[in-house]
């Protein structure tokens, strides 16, 4: 920027003691007074970098720049100048925006702070000589006398007292207050003892006297009690106190104050301790409450069988894999029909892996509302949504050091399979709302009654959480294809089920078991169950007798030739809700329930309508 010589001088001729026009395009020093030469110890100023001076500090310059430009001027303390092979000053710098031919400069007033204090004081002593040489004798007198009076009992307590005057200069400081500082007396006598043990807050920020509490005592004459702050020892070390300041007065003249604190550094320390021991307890003990719900659930839930009941080739097959994949750390995918005893096989194989001694947890994926499923994995802290009151665990953090079992994985929204496969493949879980990521031991065995293929396809399954899921398949027979199995299962769930309802239990034939092995059971084992429980009521007498039809399913497989209307209509029914169940629900489109019934999309709505069914579109 090329300046006028007149316009310069003008600028610096208005100006008073250390004073710098700069360039704000280029940070180069227009010109400079002899004062602000000498400071920087730089002549000629002219042609410099303003900021090569502020070595440092050129972050808070910056601001400060900034602040200027916005309010036309500003004044700061938070910046220190560093002249030319010289020491940092700390400077209180007043700048203002001059307007030039041809642009606008930064025009800066420095003042060497220390220089300013030294005419402060010149300016008291002054004012005190000023006064009479009685008056600076009477107020020596006054704090000498009252120091003097309580020498002995200042010295005995065992909480720290120092006085200081009006000015803020310390008056005296007692034997118990020296030993928590490290300070003596004669490095305290005198002195500002607000920039020796008070200048500071813990987290480093600058604490200016003005907004001290001690100095608002005898400035808004007031008594302030103030819990929990620190002092710094003279060794650079903070200690935490506890203080009252109480104004003082020689008659009705405001002499200053006293204050009295104590440390309580290692009552504060004591007190985190206990609170983070308090909070580690509180969270262990909701993560024990959770495992216990689900332990609780998993107990007061009625199977159907504990143990894997049958002969067949299939049930051989499916111990066999069992036996070869529990005590390994494999990822295991469980499929099959609904009812075929998914949840039964994941049981057995945590249950004889090495990490029985740790909870199955059991997340049934498809009974819990999609916006809460993120929750409900993962965990949460307080405040991470409106009903979140609580810390609370995920089901990945309580299966730490055990298992977690999928049930119906293909369930899980897509964006929640996503987050999912990365907390399992880096092993690490991070609770909503929170940072801190969580460190995960858990085996995963999943099981789903899906065609995974076609989920695949369909964009509902991704196709990487699959793979990593499926490491060691395990297929689930359905009951219809394992008829030799339905014997000893009948006769298991009879018993469990007169057990639980407190009965003798009926004799089977071997009628009431051909009936059974008729039927196609397409509700698998736990349609079976259900029929011999509802069987063991109705029976009267020795015998068992079972009415298959009664539960509103297909007819039995080969019993008849012809079926009447109703029985077509229930097959109709059942057909149309498996079909839905299939494709989640969707029924036009590809891959939705018409076009796997082959029938229109229309007679399919008019159908589930009629049926008083509801789908998606």
């Not at 029985?567 to 498996?578: M, P, W």
Request: proline fraction near 4%; aromatic fraction near 6%.
């Amino acid at each position: 920027m090329s300046v006028d010589q007149a316009t310069l001088d003008s600028l610096l001729a208005g100006a008073f003691g250390a004073t710098v026009v700069i360039d704000l395009s280029n940070d180069r020093i227009l010109g400079a007074s002899a004062e602000a030469q000498a400071l920087l110890r730089q002549a000629p100023l002219a042609g410099h970098r303003f900021s090569t001076f502020v070595h440092g500090h050129l972050g808070q310059l910056i601001v400060f720049v900034d602040e200027v430009l916005h309010r036309g001027m500003a004044w700061t303390r938070r910046i220190q100048v560093t002249p030319r092979d010289g020491e940092a000053l700390d400077c209180e710098i007043n700048g203002k925006v001059a307007a030039l031919d041809r642009g606008a400069a930064l025009v800066l007033q420095i003042t060497d702070l220390a220089e300013l204090d030294s005419r402060a004081e010149a300016a008291r002593v002054a004012r005190l000589y000023g006064g009479g040489l009685h008056e600076w004798q009477r107020a020596q007198s006054f704090f000498s006398e009252l120091e003097q009076q309580n020498q002995l009992i200042l010295n005995a307590a065992g909480e720290g007292i120092y006085g200081v005057n009006a000015d803020g200069k310390t008056t005296f400081v007692n034997r118990a207050a020296q030993e928590m500082l490290g300070w003596t007396a004669d490095d305290l006598l005198g002195q500002d003892i607000h920039s020796k043990i008070h200048h500071h807050h813990l987290d480093g920020e600058l604490y200016p006297s003005q907004e001290c509490p001690i100095y608002q005592s005898f400035r808004f004459e007031e008594v302030n009690r103030i819990e929990d702050e620190v002092f710094w020892r003279k060794d650079g070390k903070p200690i935490r106190v506890e203080y009252v300041s109480t104004p003082i007065y020689e008659g009705k003249v405001l002499a200053g104050a006293v204050v009295i604190f104590r440390d309580i550094t290692e009552r504060w320390e004591n007190e985190q301790k206990l609170r983070e021991a308090l909070e580690e307890v509180a969270a262990l003990r909701d993560k024990l409450e959770q495992e216990n719900a689900y332990l609780q659930e998993a107990i007061n839930i009625e199977r159907a069988h504990h143990d894997i009941i049958g002969q067949s080739p299939s049930i051989r097959e499916i111990l066999a894999r069992i036996e070869m994949v529990s005590r390994t750390n494999a990822n295991v995918l469980i499929t099959g029909e609904s009812g075929t005893g998914k949840a039964m096989v994941a049981t057995a194989i945590h249950a004889d892996s090495d990490r029985r001694r740790r909870p199955l947890i059991h997340f049934k994926c498809a009974s819990v509302n999609p916006d809460m499923i993120e929750s409900e994995l993962f965990g949460h802290v307080r405040g991470a949504f409106t009903a979140a009151l609580r810390d609370k665990p995920g089901k990945l953090e309580l299966a730490h050091g055990g298992t977690l079992f999928l049930d119906e994985f293909a369930d899980i929204p897509l964006e929640q399979q996503g987050m999912l496969l990365e907390a399992l493949q880096s092993r690490r879980v991070t609770r909503m709302g929170d940072t801190r990521p969580r460190e995960l031991d858990l085996r995963v065995v999943a099981s789903t009654s899906r065609n995974l293929e076609r989920e695949v396809q369909a964009g509902r399954v991704r196709q990487d959480l699959m793979f990593f899921l499926n490491v060691f398949p395990i297929q689930c027979t359905p009951l219809r294809e394992r008829i030799d199995d339905i014997p000893p299962l009948t006769v298991h769930l009879l018993k469990l089920a007169c057990k639980r309802l407190g009965i003798p239990v009926p004799v089977i034939t071997e009628g009431i078991i051909r009936t059974l092995q008729r039927y196609d059971w397409p509700g698998n084992v736990r349609e079976l169950a259900n029929v011999i429980e509802r069987a063991a009521i109705v029976s009267r007498g020795d015998k068992l007798r079972v009415d298959i039809r009664s539960v509103g399913a297909p007819a039995v497989r080969g019993a008849a030739t012809l079926l009447t209307e109703a029985e077509v209509d229930q097959i109709r029914t059942a057909n149309t809700i498996a079909c839905l169940r299939e494709t989640g629900g969707k029924v036009s489109g590809p891959g939705g329930a018409a076009e796997l019934l082959g029938i229109r999309p229309t007679t399919l709505y008019s159908r589930i309508r009629k049926l008083g069914l509801q789908a998606e579109g």
